[in-house]
Structure formats: structure tokens, C-alpha cells
């Protein structure tokens, strides 16, 4: 396949240099690619290329002292995916024709449309590993692109030849992708007919396996993520309504689910319970009034205990200090938060 996807990596750091001359080695190292070496300033860089019939892959490693600017020059319209396999940070892909920037973060990925045209890539200082290949939008045909929803809109803009770039939704990058890109790059080879089976079955898998990933995080994780919310907007609606007087089981009742199921999700999406997340609503409610004219025993009311003695108690375990003091602390530092 046509190398279609200029790095330009020596606008950044010059002529290629000596292996020798640089610090870092690639993160997996491809077999049969073509190498070049980069370094200038402190800053490092790896390019490891593959030219295959359907597919051109390529991976990158970058150690750099601080955030890098790197042209990409795109010169025919094809279908690629960007796997962000190591970072301190994101990366992005800035298409300057659009002025549209595409962010991926780290142990990430995403597909994209990319027509002709200059695109920037913005590398976060540190170590930073990318695998990246195109591959010849033909593979899908007859209808086969079908069980592939997430890609239709970058399929459809190919066949349209639209001038204009589009990405995928993102996706989480795992152990089972990790050593699927591991096994296409270590097994690759050149002048054998073997090999192009070999990488389009890599190709192949790896794109199913991108579809699973998206099921798994967007679309089997849905309904426990609505449910999460629903429990989360009850509970900021039942302390604002009645304060402390309710109890979590009127949520997970109301919604029809267990009280561990509700636990589970309110976990997964807000890193906490869902009596630690009322808790924290509650501290907030009896500070905000704190600060107003109302008495304690106003407020002990308006958030739903019987007697003050309660609610110091609870204010006090939070914070450390009582009511009062809090109201004394307040007004010594009025624009301490």
C-alpha cells in the first residue's frame, strides 16, 4: 500500500541519526520495518514503518523534555486508527484545514477519516508510544461494514470523498489489544505472500475487538450508567427537599433495583456510595446555611433533624468542628475555603 501518511519528524529534530546516538527503545519492536532514529536537544524519537497490501502500519516512540508540535502531511484520503498505548498525557491531532482538533487520551484510541491535507500532532513531554496504521476502506464491502455502527460515519465520508476529517468515539486500549498489536508487529514480514494473510487478519481482529470495546464501555454499560444517575439526581433532589430525613432505600426501592446493585453502579460512575455521596450534599447544605442569618435550630429543622445535638454531632464528625465554631471560623476568615 501507498505510503500515505508523512511524519514529518525531521522538521522537529533534523537529519536521522545513529541508533547509538539516542537513549530509548521501541516500545514493541516491529519485525522487518523500516527504523529511523531521531535526537536533538534532549529529545527522542523512534519511526517504525510497514508497508503491507491492505494496510500501512506504523509506531512511534517519543521521549522529549517537553511538549512537541509535529507536522503530518496526509496525501490520499484512507481510514486510520491512533492507539495512545503510553503518555503522561493526551496527544492530539490537529487538522489544519478544519482548525478541528481530535484528542486521544492515554491506554485510548480512535479511528479516523483523514482526506489530503496537513494535519499537527501535539506530543505531551515525557515518554509517549503511538501505533498507528491506514488501511484501504475496500475491506469494507457487500454490506460487510454492517455490525460496525461506529465506523458508518467514517465509511460513508470515504465513499464520498468529503473534504472534510471525522473521528470515532474513543475507546478503552487493554491487555488483549495490547497483545494483539504485539502479535501483528512481531510476526511481520517482507516477500512473503503469508504475510498479507497475516496482517489482514490482525486488521480484522483488531477492529472487532474495537467494536467489543465500544459494546463493553458505551453500550452494555448503558443502562447501569442511567440508573447511576438517576440515583445520584434523587439524592440531590431528596436533600434539598427533606434534608437528612430519607433514607437510601427509598431510592433503590423507588427504582426498582438492590440495594448492593445501586452501590455497584454509584461506585463505578461516582467513586463513592450513595450514603457517602448525601453525606457530602449534607455537609454542603449546613455550611451554605451557616453562613446566613438563620439560627442552629432553624437549620437543624430546614435539614431534617429533631434536635441540634444531631446535627452537631454529624457536622462535627465531618469537619471537626461544631456549628458554632464553624460560624466563628467564617467570619474571621470570610474568604477562607
Same mark, same amino acid.
Given at each position: 500500500m501507498k505510503k500515505a501518511l508523512q511524519i514529518d519528524l525531521k522538521h522537529l529534530f533534523g537529519a536521522e541519526c545513529l541508533q547509538k546516538q539516542i537513549t530509548i527503545n521501541p516500545s514493541i519492536?516491529?519485525?522487518?520495518?523500516?527504523?529511523?532514529?531521531?535526537?536533538?536537544?534532549?529529545?527522542?524519537?523512534?519511526?517504525?514503518?510497514?508497508?503491507?497490501?491492505?494496510?500501512?502500519?506504523?509506531m512511534v516512540?517519543?521521549?522529549?523534555?517537553?511538549?512537541?508540535?509535529?507536522?503530518?502531511h496526509i496525501e490520499t484520503s484512507d481510514l486510520h486508527i491512533f492507539y495512545l498505548m503510553e503518555a503522561q498525557a493526551s496527544i492530539e491531532i490537529e487538522d489544519l484545514q478544519q482548525h478541528i482538533s481530535y484528542r486521544i487520551d492515554p491506554a485510548r484510541a480512535r479511528y479516523f477519516y483523514l482526506p489530503p491535507g496537513s494535519y499537527q500532532l501535539q506530543i505531551p513531554r515525557g515518554r509517549c508510544s503511538i501505533f498507528n496504521f491506514y488501511f484501504r476502506c475496500s475491506i469494507f464491502r457487500n454490506g460487510n461494514e454492517r455490525p460496525f455502527q461506529f465506523l458508518h460515519p467514517l465509511i460513508t465520508a470515504h465513499r464520498q470523498s468529503s473534504?472534510?476529517?471525522?473521528? $470515532?468515539? &474513543?475507546?478503552?486500549?487493554?491487555?488483549?489489544? #495490547?497483545?494483539?498489536? /504485539?502479535?501483528?508487529?512481531?510476526?511481520?514480514?517482507k516477500g512473503d505472500l503469508d504475510n498479507e494473510e497475516h496482517v489482514f487478519h490482525e486488521l480484522k481482529e483488531l477492529i472487532k475487538l474495537s467494536k467489543e470495546k465500544i459494546f463493553e464501555e458505551y453500550e452494555k454499560l448503558s443502562d447501569a450508567m442511567i440508573k447511576a444517575k438517576q440515583a445520584h439526581d434523587l439524592i440531590v433532589q431528596y436533600v434539598d427537599l427533606h434534608g437528612q430525613n430519607f433514607h437510601i432505600k427509598?431510592?433503590?426501592?423507588?427504582?426498582?433495583? $438492590?440495594? &448492593?446493585?445501586?452501590?455497584?453502579?454509584?461506585? #463505578?460512575?461516582?467513586? /463513592?456510595?450513595?450514603?457517602q455521596f448525601k453525606y457530602m450534599l449534607m455537609e454542603a447544605k449546613i455550611k451554605k446555611l451557616l453562613l446566613t442569618d438563620s439560627s442552629i435550630?432553624?437549620?437543624?429543622?430546614?435539614?431534617?433533624?429533631?434536635?441540634?445535638?444531631?446535627?452537631?454531632?454529624?457536622?462535627?464528625?465531618?469537619?471537626?468542628?461544631?456549628?458554632?465554631?464553624?460560624?466563628a471560623t467564617k467570619k474571621e476568615n470570610p474568604d477562607d475555603s
Open positions: 519492536k516491529m519485525a522487518h520495518g523500516s527504523v529511523s532514529y531521531y535526537g536533538n536537544q534532549g529529545n527522542e524519537a523512534i519511526l517504525q514503518e510497514f508497508d503491507g497490501l491492505l494496510g500501512y502500519v506504523n516512540d517519543f521521549k522529549s523534555s517537553q511538549n512537541l508540535n509535529i507536522p503530518i473534504i472534510s476529517s471525522c473521528c $470515532s468515539i &474513543d475507546f478503552r486500549i487493554g491487555p488483549r489489544t #495490547r497483545a494483539r498489536i /504485539q502479535h501483528l508487529l512481531t510476526k511481520l514480514t427509598t431510592i433503590y426501592e423507588n427504582m426498582g433495583i $438492590s440495594h &448492593d446493585y445501586l452501590n455497584e453502579i454509584f461506585h #463505578r460512575y461516582y467513586n /463513592q456510595s450513595p450514603s435550630a432553624n437549620i437543624a429543622y430546614s435539614c431534617g433533624y429533631s434536635e441540634v445535638s444531631a446535627l452537631t454531632k454529624f457536622f462535627k464528625k465531618r469537619t471537626d468542628l461544631t456549628p458554632t465554631e464553624y460560624q
